[in-house]
């Protein structure tokens, strides 16, 4: 049984922040300021594949359950690890300031 709050959770959505763009370079995908701290190396980003796959359906449209499912295609995981690794990049993301939540509304 999932714990509490965990369908609330599945069911959130995020977009990305302005500040920073994706740019693939020999095959790795690098998030990199455009403005604020341009010069500072500490804040241009390497992601991994599946981190990639996920940054890239980051478009606040797509549940996080929908990135969890996309992780679990791609890849031949299953999906406790790719809720697992999903969840903590987006933590990880939501922390470095990167996406912002979006609210639910009311049509």
């Known amino acids: 049984m999932a714990p509490a709050g965990?369908?609330?959770?599945?069911?959130?959505?995020?977009?990305?922040?302005?500040?920073?763009v994706s740019r693939s370079i020999a095959g790795e995908t690098l998030l990199v300021p455009v403005r604020g701290r341009v010069g500072d190396l500490d804040c241009i980003y390497s992601l991994?594949?599946?981190a990639s796959l996920i940054w890239n359906r980051i478009?606040?449209?797509?549940?996080?359950q929908q990135l969890v499912e996309g992780v679990?295609?791609?890849?031949?995981?299953?999906?406790?690890?790719?809720?697992?690794d999903t969840l903590q990049f987006i933590a990880q993301l939501q922390h470095a300031g990167l996406i912002e939540p979006q609210l639910e509304t009311e049509d």
């Open 59 to 64: 478009d606040g449209q797509a549940t996080v």
């Open 72 to 84: 679990c295609t791609e890849f031949d995981v299953s999906p406790e690890t790719a809720q697992s």
């Open 6 to 20: 965990a369908n609330a959770v599945f069911a959130a959505r995020f977009a990305k922040k302005g500040e920073f």
């Open 48 to 50: 991994s594949e599946v």
